[in-house]
């Protein structure tokens, strides 16, 4: 009974810092306050009541509609909620209570964060971007994260250059590389190659699909670090048996 109230209280929290990432998603690629002014209809621009903000309820009780000029509420809202109460349920339920978890909450949900910013603008703020990044090294230990950091986005940004040479063109943007210290991090090695690994495998298909156009890539690579972080034994099992051969 104490775990699920728990439970539900971490969830709870999850929906209410999902609503002013939904904030952050919307208004920092304008360059807009985050602060101010306060939460209004996109459309009709009328400020909005209390009750018109409560995470997931509101949407559903309007039925997805604005209570003042009846436009349509993007279901994206709800959905970033949603994500963000699931994600923090999934990060204490592997870690517990321990002093560092709000700032892995932090970084996950930054990249939260720059997964839907990146969908829509194809590039990524470097204000969200290093903050994940800053959040991922306050961990226990702080040494080994900053140089797989280190170590991961040196690398990729190696590897972009020489993919510059031989391509003639941009292959991987500094936003990547960024991104890269952040799974270095939180990650560590091998498990950073497997998340690369994983992401390029995510993508494949939607690559293919929208040759001329190109996918964002960050939102592959956050999902894949969250999948590889949260089975983080599974996925070394999976290298041993790679390497080793051995069921």
């Known amino acids: 009974m104490l775990e699920l109230t728990t439970t539900a209280a971490v969830f709870v929290l999850g929906i209410v810092i999902g609503s002013f990432l939904n904030v952050l998603i919307y208004r920092i690629p304008e360059g807009k306050n985050i602060a101010f002014p306060a ?23 309007l039925r997805g509609k604005c209570a003042f000029c009846d436009e349509r509420i993007a279901a994206r809202y709800p959905l970033v909620e949603l994500l963000s109460g699931l994600l923090f349920v999934a990060i204490w339920h592997k870690i517990g209570f321990v002093w560092y ?15 839907f910013i990146d969908i829509d603008y194809m590039a990524v703020p470097d204000s969200v971007n290093f ?32 993919a510059k040479l031989i391509a003639r063109r941009e292959a991987l943007g500094g936003a ?5 210290g952040t799974m270095g991090a939180l990650l560590g090695f091998p498990n950073f190659f497997i998340a690369i690994f994983l992401a390029a495998l995510l993508a494949m298909i939607p690559s293919l699909v929208k040759r001329d156009s190109g996918v964002p890539f960050v939102p592959f690579l956050a999902v894949a670090t969250f999948i590889v972080w949260y089975f983080d034994h599974q996925s070394m099992e999976i290298v041993r048996n790679i390497i080793y051969g051995q069921a």
Do not use: E, M, Q
């Open 39 to 61: 939460s209004h209809c996109r459309s009709c621009h009328t400020p909005l009541k209390w009750y018109h903000n409560i995470p997931l309820l509101s949407w559903l009780f």
């Open 101 to 115: 978890l709000p700032f892995l909450w932090a970084s996950f949900a930054a990249l939260l964060v720059l997964i």
């Open 131 to 162: 903050f994940a990044l800053g959040a991922a090294l306050v961990s226990p230990h702080f040494s080994d994260a900053a140089k797989d950091a280190a170590i991961a986005a040196g690398g990729l940004y190696l590897i972009g250059l020489v």
């Open 176 to 180: 990547d590389v960024i991104v890269a």
